[in-house]
């Protein structure tokens, strides 16, 4: 389980209290969507539970245990909002071997299987992909480092109406095992959600009512 106490969080060069006392718990197979308008602090959110940042206050525990931003990294998979700015291979094969050199073909098979890619052209540059795809794909990168905890940044931003119900299920299976959180400026999309639900407001976390389903 997943544990945030007391999370303040003020960036260095910021005036106000970006997060100001979250407190928040996530355990496998109750996944967490975070609503809030654009600059809320859902990103810096994501930034500080996987030690991208630094909280001013608080703690972060990991099955009752306080853990460094260091070990958070390690911890966490992140999915970011624009995985296209993150890509380094110069084809999806290659994307998914780094730091995998051993992977087999099998292997980023069965990956891409996972999310939704299998068929796609191993040899295409991560960039020809959809925007959707291109999520897929990074969200295919954090599966392979087998994170703990999973965090998606506005993971249907720019998708296709279409796809969202796939995007949707995918998460709610990845979420069966391991601690997920999802943050998102359209909630709507969400409808459906399986989970918790809370709202990203003047740096505080209000719980919501479910969605319907
Ligand atoms: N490194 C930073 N330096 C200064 N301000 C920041 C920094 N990171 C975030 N902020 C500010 O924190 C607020 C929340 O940003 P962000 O977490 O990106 O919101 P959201 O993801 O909800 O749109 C914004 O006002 C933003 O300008
Ligand atoms: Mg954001």
Redo the contacts with the bound molecule.
Sequence with gaps: MLELHNIRFQ????ERV?LDGINLKVTSGQPVLIS??????????LEVISGLAGAKEGAIHWNNETLTRRQRRWLCGVVFQFPERHFLGLNIAQELKLGHKRLTSEQSNEVLRRVGLSGVDKRQAPERLSGGQQRRLALAVQLLRRPEVLLL?EPTAGLDWSVRTEVLELLLNLARDRPLIV?T?EPDLFEGWRGNHWK?KEGRLHALSPLPL
């Design positions: 960036p260095a060069t910021s970006v809030g308008n654009s600059g809320s602090g859902k990103t810096s959110l940044d943050v400026h990203l």
